[in-house]
């Protein structure tokens, strides 16, 4: 279970470069969740004070934001009435990254009908210092078959959360 007390001084890095960005969970809640599903595996290696030191060090290098304004031939950045291909997105990143590792997409759909960017996952050693490929999860749904065709919407949520209903819905952090 993640401790507040324990890690109060990490607290206002990982609120600024690793909040929950979901209504459904405070970032305590995410933060627990994230050592649980992701962090304990390494736990022989990275106890969680040092996972949790890891994950704030490996988030301000990791700046998927400017790698996708960057992308080329077009910058992947949040526009109201610009949709993007799941391949450039993906593209943009393993541009960074190194094109033969494996990053997944994650989207929702919501009642607009259209698809919207949810999740990117990059995953690293059990170290947190190297990009290793991600493993296939049966967990990444939401994006259409066709990575080629799926066009995806990207809005930013820069201190906010969305709403789990609706992504126009959104919803200030504390």
């Known amino acids: 279970m ?3 007390v324990q890690y109060k001084k990490l607290r206002p890095d990982l609120g600024n470069y690793w909040p929950s960005l979901t209504t459904r969970w405070t970032n305590e809640k995410f933060w ?3 050592w649980m599903d992701h962090g304990s595996c390494s736990s022989n290696v990275l106890p969680p004070l040092q996972y949790f030191t890891a994950a704030i060090t490996q988030s301000k290098k990791t700046n998927i934001k400017q790698w996708l304004r960057v992308a080329k031939p077009k910058a992947i950045q949040p526009l109201d009435s610009v949709l993007f291909r799941q391949s450039d997105i993906e ?4 541009a960074v990254i190194g094109n033969n590792l494996n990053i997944y997409v994650s989207c929702r759909q919501y009642s607009d009908g259209r698809y919207y960017l949810y999740e990117i996952y990059i995953c690293l050693d059990k170290t947190a210092t ?3 490929t991600c493993p296939a999860s049966s967990r990444l749904t939401g ?6 065709d799926a066009l995806i ?4 949520i820069s201190g906010t959360s ?3 209903e609706s992504p126009n819905k959104l919803t200030q952090s504390p």
């Open 91 to 94: 593209n943009a990143i393993k």
């Open 2 to 4: 993640f401790d507040v």
């Open 143 to 148: 994006c259409p078959p066709n990575k080629d």
């Open 130 to 132: 190297n990009y290793v």
């Open 32 to 34: 627990d969740h994230e």
């Open 153 to 156: 919407k990207y809005i930013t």
């Open 162 to 164: 969305v709403n789990e």
